[in-house]
Nanobody, 126 residues
Framework: VQLQASGGGLVQTGGSLRLSCVVSGLSFGDIAVGWFRQTPGKGREAVSCLSMYDGSTYFADNVKGRFTVSSDNAMNTVYLSMTDLKPEDTAVYYC????????????????????WGQGTLVTVSS
């Protein structure tokens, strides 16, 4: 199983970016894909989770209303669309695979995920 995240970059406050996560090596319809972010000295923070099983999504409170998640099943790709970006959104963003559907109870728990992409850096300038 491999996950390849891309799409990071430098953007001004209020701007938008779309991150991509290409998943390979397994059946795309039987997974969940989470997005996390990490800044130096801190642990990975959950951003969102998308269940390919039923299309359900979950978001961290600090990104609700600004971030959305979607997928292109033909391309085995999950997208994290980020709008109204703030300097505090600056981080390395990771996508991760879980064999279990997303749940509000544990989508934020890194232990729920077994494969991780390499990360893509998002920098939001003030």
């Amino acid at each position: 199983v491999q996950l390849q995240a891309s799409g990071g970059g430098l953007v001004q406050t209020g701007g938008s970016l779309r991150l991509s996560c290409v998943v390979s090596g397994l059946s795309f319809g039987d997974i969940a894909v989470g997005w996390f972010r990490q800044t130096p000295g801190k642990g990975r923070e959950a951003v969102s989770c998308l269940s390919m099983y039923d299309g359900s999504t979950y978001f961290a409170d600090n990104v609700k209303g600004r971030f959305t998640v979607s997928s292109d099943n033909a391309m085995n790709t999950v997208y994290l669309s980020m709008t109204d970006l703030k300097p505090e959104d600056t981080a390395v963003y990771y996508c991760a695979h879980s064999e279990w559907p997303c749940s509000s109870s544990y989508f934020y728990n890194v232990a729920y995920y077994d494969y991780w992409g390499q990360g893509t850096l998002v920098t939001v300038s003030s």
